[in-house]
Nanobody
Framework: QVRLVDTGGGLVQAGGSLRLSCAAS????????TGWFRQAPGKEREFVASITHRSGRTYYTDSVKGRFTITGDNAKNLMHLQMNSLKPEDTGVYYCAASPLRSSGDEEAYDFWGQGTQVTLAA
């Protein structure tokens, strides 16, 4: 089992920045990739970004490219999502997730999930 704790959400003005963190514990050697998904009110959960830990290769959904950066610290079992130039449409609950197989935009590839952290853009 892998346990994920995601933190760092909050209330921020449009154009501002937040840094989300995901701390993994347990059988972290089973984790090949970790990712972030988000769910806006009334919408389906969607893929945001992912990182394959062995290669360091990253993937992003088009709407966050150039604004968000995903990084991984394998030694500390930490993953971060740096979010810059935030927009109102970035509001939602952000979840980190871990996959034993690969980076993917499909949440079915991820076996372990954090509890979620709320990101809210101020009106």
């Amino acid at each position: 089992q892998v346990r994920l704790v995601d933190t760092g959400g909050g209330l921020v003005q449009a154009g501002g920045s937040l840094r989300l963190s995901c701390a993994a514990s347990g059988r972290t050697s089973d984790v090949a990739a970790t990712g972030w998904f988000r769910q806006a009110p009334g919408k389906e959960r969607e893929f945001v970004a992912s990182i394959t830990h062995r290669s360091g290769r990253t993937y992003y959904t088009d709407s966050v490219k150039g604004r968000f950066t995903i990084t991984g610290d394998n030694a500390k079992n930490l993953m971060h999502l740096q979010m810059n130039s935030l927009k109102p449409e970035d509001t939602g609950v952000y979840y980190c997730a871990a996959s034993p197989l690969r980076s993917s935009g499909d949440e079915e590839a991820y076996d372990f999930w954090g509890q979620g952290t709320q990101v809210t853009l101020a009106a």
